[in-house]
């Protein structure tokens, strides 16, 4: 299921110059195109949330009710497919380069609920992006997603994005990680998990409920988080100055996390059948 937002340009301002999107989008990380006989494909691939969506450049129009609409504009056949079973987090992000876009190639766009062509509006479409998604779970369900408290999820997925800025602060002295989402196969419980070897100096992600612990013999511990905080907590730094509930194990501490070893066993849930998702996966309730 997806969004199309078909772009459009005012009959009085010229041509649009393709050669010049592709040339804007080779600037842009994650973007590859590809040609074939039907559209031009500008592809955005995400690594650190696992997704796709893409920019097509098309023969013909693809809009149904182009007769109806004004004409003071021109059907450019260039349109964004914008996913909609994402986290919000992700849509703004999609919404924003869209909006440059709009802005640096002087286009208006176009949405079928829409009465007519329209400029670009973030907030705009961020509330139908939500509408559309809030409409599309309530009549399909949530199938392979799950959900999560909406300011928490945002402070995740600006985690996610973080990973690397991390680990460069930390001149990759200690370890960070992307978070993964988690649904028990058997009883549907769900969260966010976070892999920690033990006696390794590790950044914690905020609102985790999941760590699993890998012993020295590779072998994988699952604790809730309450647990896990309640034997670990000591070795603890808060990074108050990033984002919340985001801690650290430094790597003086982390010496000495080895010794929690048996006291952690006892708090390892065997019965747990996790599925890993991806953060993509995970919508704001």
């Known amino acids: 299921m997806a969004i199309y937002i078909h772009f459009f340009r005012r009959n009085d301002i010229g041509k649009l110059d393709y050669s010049k999107i592709l040339d804007y989008f080779d600037t842009l990380s994650n973007f590859k195109t590809y040609v074939s006989d039907e559209y031009v494909e500008i592809a955005y691939s995400d690594v650190e949330f696992s997704f796709d969506y893409r920019y097509l ?21 260039f349109m964004l497919e914008m996913p909609i079973l994402i986290p919000s987090f992700l849509a703004k992000e999609i919404l924003t380069i869209a909006q440059k876009v709009s802005k640096i190639f002087e286009l208006d766009v176009y949405v079928e609920t829409f009465k007519d062509v329209e400029p670009f509006n973030l907030v705009d479409l961020l509330v139908l992006f939500e509408k559309t998604r809030a409409k599309h779970i309530e009549e399909n369900g949530l199938k392979d997603k799950i959900t999560f408290d909406n300011d928490q999820l945002n402070i995740l997925c600006k985690y996610q994005r973080s990973v690397d800025s ?12 992307h978070v993964i989402p988690v649904i028990d196969v058997n009883n549907n419980v769900s969260g966010i998990s976070y892999t920690w070897e033990i006696g390794k100096a ?9 760590i699993n612990v890998i012993d020295d013999e590779g072998n994988t511990l699952i604790i809730n988080r309450e647990n896990f905080f309640k034997v670990m907590s000591k070795y603890f730094t808060e990074i108050k100055t990033f984002l919340p509930d985001l801690y650290v194990i430094k790597s003086k501490q982390a010496k000495g996390t080895k010794k929690e070893l048996k006291k952690l066993r006892k708090f390892h849930n065997g019965n747990y059948r996790f599925k890993a998702l991806r953060l993509c996966d995970v919508i704001e309730k």
Do not use: A, D, G, M
């Open 57 to 77: 450049i098309t023969k013909q129009s693809r809009v149904n009710r182009i007769y109806e609409l004004s004409p003071k504009y021109t059907n450019v056949n």
């Open 166 to 177: 991390l680990k460069e602060y930390y001149q990759n002295e200690i370890e960070v990680k």
């Open 202 to 210: 590790s950044v914690f992600p905020p609102y985790t409920e999941f």
